[in-house]
């Protein structure tokens, strides 16, 4: 959550927060199992959330280029940890001579519940005592 805010915030105060929720296939083939929630619960979950205007699904071949030329954004937010993301998109930006601002949102406490793998974590500590 504090993640979108902060993303909404690095637009300015008219800014619309866009969001692009990852494809099944795409969580599988990055983390190596497929996600709890399917991918149109999460993009629905996603678009209900008073800061997002806007949730869609990724394409299921990820193509930045592709993304960058549907949303045609001002800014581009990445996460902490998303170095070869930011820079796929830094070269999409500069090779097509494009103005857009690429911001990096920073790393959040280690105790937030910021991940589905960070909440079945949790869970099952819970129920080991």
């Known amino acids: 959550m504090r993640y979108l805010e902060e993303a909404k915030k690095a637009g300015g105060e008219n800014a619309e927060l866009i969001v692009i929720v990852a494809r099944d296939s795409t969580v599988e083939k990055r983390k190596g199992y497929?996600?709890?929630?399917p991918e149109n619960q999460r993009r629905a979950l996603v678009e209900s959330l008073k800061v997002v205007d806007e949730a869609i699904?990724?394409?299921e071949e990820?193509?930045?280029?592709?993304v960058i030329e549907k949303i045609k954004p001002d800014i581009v937010a990445v996460g902490?940890?998303?170095?070869?993301?930011?820079?796929?998109v830094?070269?999409?930006i500069r090779d097509k001579g494009l103005k857009?601002?690429?911001v990096r949102?920073?790393?959040f406490s280690e105790d937030e519940l910021d991940s589905s793998s960070k909440i079945k974590q949790k869970i099952i500590e819970h129920y080991k005592r």
Not at 34 to 37: A, F, K, L, N, S
Not at 80 to 88: I, N, V
Request: aromatic share 10%; proline share 3%.
């Open 34 to 37: 497929r996600p709890v929630i």
């Open 57 to 59: 699904l990724g394409y």
């Open 62 to 66: 990820f193509d930045i280029g592709k």
């Open 80 to 88: 902490h940890d998303q170095d070869g993301m930011e820079k796929a």
């Open 90 to 92: 830094k070269d999409y």
């Open 100 to 102: 857009i601002k690429v």
């Open 105 to 107: 949102i920073g790393k």
